[in-house]
Nanobody, 124 residues
Framework: QVRLEESGGGTVQVGGSLRLSCAASGVTHSPYCMGWFRQEPGKERIGVAIIGAGMGMYDDSVKGRFTISRDNAKKELTLQMNNLNVEDTGIYYC???????????????????WGQGTQVTVSS
């Protein structure tokens, strides 16, 4: 059984930074594709960044500001978020796909296992 637990959310002002972490337990998360997704109340869950064995893939809105990384030995996924803006507000979810190769787009339906989420609030 796969368990994913996010941490690191909080409230920051515009321009601030946060670092999200996702700890995986159970069946190994390596080398499965993993990612971060964001959801706002009443809206669909959208992809923020995903990563397989190589470089990460990012939504255009976060390119140059967010960095996704993974430590397979520690079974940890992280998302470094810099220069945050109000539009980054939402619940951030960690997810693991059921396949090794990441999809060619940030599609939540490609991911099978999900954490409970961590709230990120950016205030102006």
């Amino acid at each position: 059984q796969v368990r994913l637990e996010e941490s690191g959310g909080g409230t920051v002002q515009v321009g601030g930074s946060l670092r999200l972490s996702c700890a995986a337990s159970g069946v190994t998360h390596s080398p499965y594709c993993m990612g971060w997704f964001r959801q706002e109340p009443g809206k669909e869950r959208i992809g923020v960044a995903i990563i397989g064995a190589g470089m990460g893939m990012y939504d255009d809105s976060v390119k140059g500001r967010f960095t996704i990384s993974r430590d397979n030995a520690k079974k940890e996924l992280t998302l470094q978020m810099n220069n945050l803006n109000v539009e980054d507000t939402g619940i951030y979810y960690c997810a693991r796909a059921s396949v090794f190769a990441c999809p060619d787009k940030l599609d939540p339906s490609a991911f099978m296992f999900w954490g409970q989420g961590t709230q990120v609030t950016v205030s102006s």
